[in-house]
């Protein structure tokens, strides 16, 4: 699927919109007290870079973030694409800029936390294909058992 990328700002409603879809989809997957959602407002810190995928016809049809936490630490963040585009490496597609725009800014670790629960597979084999290998917590989050970790090193 041909997509353009763009680092966008979180503060639009087709953007609110794919937030509001993400929290929806991950609702029932895993308990509240463990999704660990950034807010569309928490988007616009300057320590996170959004990227929208759009269409041909100008739709938002995926998102991610990197968020940098200092000592060449950054994290994946906010991750989703919409059903109907899965499979079509929308996903890919911005993981590789997420890791590209951690490359300039001189990152040499980036890590995410994802589900571990069934409905979670199409992430799993977008950050797997990706090269990224599964590691214990990271950052502060809780191990909970609902979490699955990945990282990768950049240097």
């Known amino acids: 699927m041909t997509v353009e990328i763009a680092v966008e700002t979180p503060l639009q409603d087709d953007i609110r919109r794919l937030v509001g879809e993400l929290n929806a989809y991950m609702m029932p997957l895993t308990p509240r007290e463990f999704q ?9 810190e300057p320590s ?15 998102m991610g973030a990197l968020k940098e936490h200092g000592d060449g630490l950054g994290e994946v963040k906010r991750m989703y694409t919409l059903p109907e585009t899965r ?7 911005l993981l590789e800029r997420i890791e590209e725009l951690a490359r300039e800014k001189g990152l040499g670790h980036i890590v995410l936390e994802t589900g ?4 979670f597979e199409p992430a799993w084999r977008v950050y797997e294909r990706g090269g990224f ?10 191990d909970s058992g609902y979490s699955r970790f990945y990282e990768k090193k950049l240097s």
Do not use: H, I, N, W
């Open 87 to 93: 499979g079509r490496r929308v996903g890919s597609q």
């Open 36 to 44: 660990f959602q950034l807010t569309v407002e928490q988007m616009t």
């Open 48 to 62: 996170v870079t959004l990227f929208v995928a759009r269409d041909a016809s100008g739709r938002a049809v995926g």
């Open 116 to 119: 571990e629960a069934p409905g």
């Open 133 to 142: 290998t599964m590691c214990g917590a990271v950052l502060d989050y809780p």
